[in-house]
């Protein structure tokens, strides 16, 4: 089946910074690639999604990219702030990667 | 506006139990969704509902989970002779167009099973 895998699976970075996390998916005919934030208790939230029509997107200081023939998409964010902590996901449709805690450094 | 809620919130069941977990949608939102999100896992899919019909029930563990959406409102996920592998965070989600699975999802906080 679909299968979504995503690295790293921690993350720190100083404030300021920016930081990168990828993830590739195994089914040819996804079209859709979300990518959520997750914090203590919370569900998760959308933050930027892209299409298979689409190669990058970019919404403030996030960005996505996607390279449909490697299958794989990665999430970016520059100058991360603390409240950028939480855990975040790729999902390929429904098909979610298995999260990355990202942690900022003051 | 009123996002998608969940209730109960947190449920402790001891092995063996019936529960059901209830999801109330964004209003008007066509499709619905429950997910199992293990502790430090990514949320799995269960169950799509496109109004009331169920759509892709393939990711229900076993036959001790059932999902309903009767009116294609409001949604209920129940698990029969609950076990302590089904203990995990309880994930719902709407999305407002019945175009498959490819569209903008809204969570609900989930509801944490604790099975004893």
């Known amino acids: 089946g679909e299968n979504v895998e995503q690295h790293p699976s921690t993350l720190s970075v100083q404030e300021g910074d920016s930081a990168v996390i990828k993830c590739t998916y195994s089914?040819?005919?996804?079209?859709?690639f979300p990518w959520y934030k997750q914090e203590l208790g919370k569900g998760p939230q959308l933050i930027i999604d892209?299409?298979?029509?689409?190669g990058e997107k970019k919404d403030q200081r996030i960005a996505v990219t996607l390279n449909k023939t490697a299958k794989h998409f990665s999430l970016h964010i520059t100058e991360t702030q603390p409240e950028d902590s939480a855990v975040y996901f790729c999902?390929?449709?429904?098909?979610f990667g298995s999260g990355t805690r990202l942690s900022i450094r003051p | 506006g009123a996002g998608v809620s969940q209730s109960p919130r947190y449920k402790v069941a001891k092995r063996g139990q019936d529960v059901a977990l209830r999801c109330d949608p964004i209003?008007?939102?066509?499709?619905l969704f429950w997910y199992q999100q293990a502790l430090g896992q990514g949320p799995e899919f269960l169950t799509y509902?496109?109004?009331?019909?169920?759509?892709?029930k393939s990711g229900l563990p076993s036959d001790r989970f059932f999902a309903e959406r009767p009116e294609g409102s409001v949604s209920t996920l129940k698990i029969q002779r609950t076990q302590q592998e089904d203990s995990a965070v309880y994930l719902c989600?709407?999305?407002?167009?019945?175009?498959?699975?490819?569209?903008?999802?809204?969570f609900g906080p989930g509801t944490r099973l604790t099975v004893t």
């Open positions: 989600a709407s999305s407002l167009i019945s175009a498959g699975t490819g569209n903008e999802q809204y």
């Open positions: 892209i299409r298979s029509n689409v």
């Open positions: 209003s008007g939102h066509v499709s």
């Open positions: 509902f496109q109004n009331e019909a169920q759509l892709d």
């Open positions: 089914d040819s005919a996804s079209n859709y």
């Open positions: 999902a390929a449709g429904i098909i």
